[in-house]
């Protein structure tokens, strides 16, 4: 099996990866968890309040 690690496109298509791996989980709580808390009832600042937290380091 090859290194992907030795050429400059197997290290971008590596870093485009983990970028895309870390995306899926935030995209998934950032808008379906968000939709999910307005069904409950909450209001627009508590979502915005818990969507902003996913952001934060």
Known sequence: MANLLNTRRGRLTTLFALYLTEGI????????????????????????????????P
């Open 25 to 56: 989980p935030l995209g998934f709580t950032a808008t379906a968890c968000a939709t999910e808390m307005r069904r409950m009832g909450l209001g627009p600042a508590a979502i915005g309040g818990f969507v902003g937290s996913l952001y934060l």
